[in-house]
């Protein structure tokens, strides 16, 4: 039976050849699955870890009154605040413009503050003089605890609220 004899492989012509090719499926499954399972690992890192937005205290305290004197304009752009000492007493004021939320400047030489974005002006009290500003800058809460100037950002008061200190 020639024929059946052409048909049938020899047993050791296709093994190494099998064995490779299995070899290397067997390497790229592993290679798949370790490469999924440290994608799955660092996932899963990342979700233990907290995802927490650290943002600056809105309360903190300045210093004692007496350090600030009238005239003096405390320009605190890491709170986004002013604060003004004046003869009748302390306010602050939010330095965010109310234009578009640009920070505004101190403008020390022309007694305002400046807002570089679109060109709005402020007076010291926070009043617009220039500008596209709609509304005057906020005043936010000032206070005397255990004789030390204490602001809050976080909360907004009436904009003629002063801090009277004797
Ligand atoms: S954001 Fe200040 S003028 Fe536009």
């Given at each position: 039976?020639?024929?059946?004899?052409?048909?049938?492989?020899?047993?050791?012509?296709?093994a190494?050849?099998?064995?490779g090719?299995?070899?290397?499926?067997?390497?790229l499954?592993?290679?798949?699955?370790?490469?999924?399972?440290?994608?799955?690992?660092?996932?899963?890192?990342?979700?233990?870890?907290?995802q927490?937005?650290?943002?600056?205290?809105?309360?903190?305290?300045?210093?004692?009154?007496e350090?600030?004197?009238?005239?003096?304009?405390?320009?605190?752009?890491?709170h986004?605040?002013?604060?003004?000492?004046?003869?009748?007493?302390?306010?602050a004021?939010?330095?965010?413009?109310?234009?578009?939320?640009?920070?505004?400047?101190?403008?020390k030489?022309?007694?305002?503050?400046?807002?570089?974005?679109?060109?709005?002006?402020?007076?010291?009290?926070?009043?617009?003089?220039?500008?596209?500003?709609?509304?005057?800058?906020?005043?936010?809460?000032?206070?005397?605890?255990?004789?030390?100037?204490?602001?809050?950002?976080?909360?907004?008061?009436?904009?003629?609220?002063l801090?009277?200190?004797?």
């Amino acid at each position: 039976m020639p024929l059946l004899d052409d048909l049938s492989m020899p047993a050791t012509e296709g093994a190494p050849d099998d064995l490779g090719r299995r070899r290397f499926l067997a390497l790229l499954g592993s290679g798949a699955l370790g490469v999924a399972a440290l994608g799955t690992g660092i996932t899963g890192l990342r979700f233990l870890e907290p995802q927490v937005l650290f943002e600056e205290e809105t309360r903190f305290g300045l210093g004692r009154p007496e350090e600030f004197p009238p005239g003096t304009v405390l320009t605190l752009p890491k709170h986004k605040v002013y604060v003004v000492s004046t003869k009748e007493g302390f306010f602050a004021l939010s330095s965010v413009c109310t234009h578009l939320g640009c920070m505004t400047r101190y403008d020390k030489e022309h007694a305002q503050i400046a807002c570089p974005c679109h060109g709005s002006r402020f007076n010291l009290e926070g009043k617009v003089t220039a500008g596209p500003a709609p509304h005057p800058l906020p005043r936010v809460e000032i206070v005397l605890d255990r004789g030390l100037l204490v602001v809050d950002t976080a909360h907004r008061v009436a904009p003629d609220a002063l801090l009277k200190v004797a």
